[in-house]
Nanobody, 124 residues
Framework: QVQLVESGGGLVQSGGSLRLSCAASGRTFTSYAVAWFRQAPGKERDVVAAISWSGSRTNYADSVKGRFTISRDNAKNTVYLQMNSLKSEDTAVYYC?????????????????WGQGTQVTVSS
């Protein structure tokens, strides 16, 4: 079992930045691929960014490429999402997810551990 806790969400103006953190506890985190998803009201939960267990491979949604960066510090059992140049359309609840495996995984159904989510609101 892996427990995930997100933090770092909040209210920010358009063009601003936030850094989300996903802290993991439980089993060895280094063997888990991780992703950030987001879900806006009335919409599906979509992947934002994903990272392999080693951090050597990443994948991003087209809508955030060049603005968001996913990274991880396995020594701290933490994955980060640096979000720059935020737009109103980035407003959503952001979820951290994890699963075992050596690849990068980008669909919600591939993940079996989820955090409770953190709200990000971007005001225009």
């Amino acid at each position: 079992q892996v427990q995930l806790v997100e933090s770092g969400g909040g209210l920010v103006q358009s063009g601003g930045s936030l850094r989300l953190s996903c802290a993991a506890s439980g089993r060895t985190f280094t063997s888990y691929a991780v992703a950030w998803f987001r879900q806006a009201p009335g919409k599906e939960r979509d992947v934002v960014a994903a990272i392999s267990w080693s951090g050597s491979r990443t994948n991003y949604a087209d809508s955030v490429k060049g603005r968001f960066t996913i990274s991880r510090d396995n020594a701290k059992n933490t994955v980060y999402l640096q979000m720059n140049s935020l737009k109103s359309e980035d407003t959503a609840v952001y979820y951290c997810a994890a699963r075992g495996g050596s690849h990068v995984y980008s669909t919600a159904g591939q993940y079996n551990y989820w955090g409770q989510g953190t709200q990000v609101t971007v005001s225009s």
